[in-house]
């Protein structure tokens, strides 16, 4: 079995176990998942720990326990993570976070996408480009923007599987291969 299977399949578990508790579950275990997944990615040791065949299975509870005391998890939360561990599928807690994420986005109408241009936007600009992009796609997008000279000029818009090239690059790259063509 793939990583991407086992995370897949424990993300639609604990996402289905969260609906039926309602909207506000939905959102406070998505929270606790990416902060888990955000402590294991900011410590490589925890992470070792995690996925360690050496360590045992109540020490990785032990350490679960404590993170999940900080976070004020919920039994649901505590039960799976413990479940987790038992199933020695620790190691995929971060991967399991990220489907979370893209479940709970879906379920909320959410698009997350990346905007990437050659210069740094203002705020106000941004902020512009973002109201108009919800406009015409009719959802909540949640964007982060990113800086890239070698796109010359333009934008490259990444949402989801859908790639907008309008840089300079592109557009150059297009150029070039016409009069190649010799039209």
């Not at 991407?4 to 998505?30: C, M, P, Q, W």
């Not at 479940?83 to 909320?108: Q, T, V």
């Not at 959410?110 to 992009?133: D, F, P, W, Y």
Request: charged share 30%; with cysteine.
């Amino acid at each position: 079995m793939t990583d991407t299977v086992v995370a897949r399949r424990y993300a639609n578990a604990i996402f289905a176990l969260s609906r039926k508790e309602g909207d506000d579950a939905l959102t406070r275990h998505g929270d606790c998942l990416a902060t888990l997944g955000g402590m294991i990615a900011a410590a490589p040791g925890l992470d070792m720990t995690l996925k360690s065949p050496v360590i045992s299975v109540e020490e990785k509870k032990a350490v679960m326990g404590k993170l999940l005391d900080k976070l004020k998890a919920d039994q649901i939360m505590r039960n799976f993570c413990f479940l987790l561990a038992d199933k020695e599928r620790l190691a995929f807690l971060r991967e399991i976070a990220n489907w979370y994420g893209k479940l709970l986005d879906e379920a909320k109408g959410v698009i997350r996408g990346r905007l990437t241009t050659a210069v740094k936007l203002s705020a106000a600009k941004q902020a512009e480009l973002k109201a108009a992009l919800q406009e015409k796609s009719g959802a909540d997008i949640e964007l982060t923007f990113a800086v890239d000279k070698d796109i010359l000029g333009g934008m490259v818009l990444n949402m989801g599987d859908r790639v907008l090239d309008a840089s300079l690059r592109a557009q150059l790259g297009i150029l070039r291969e016409t009069f190649k063509r010799g039209e």
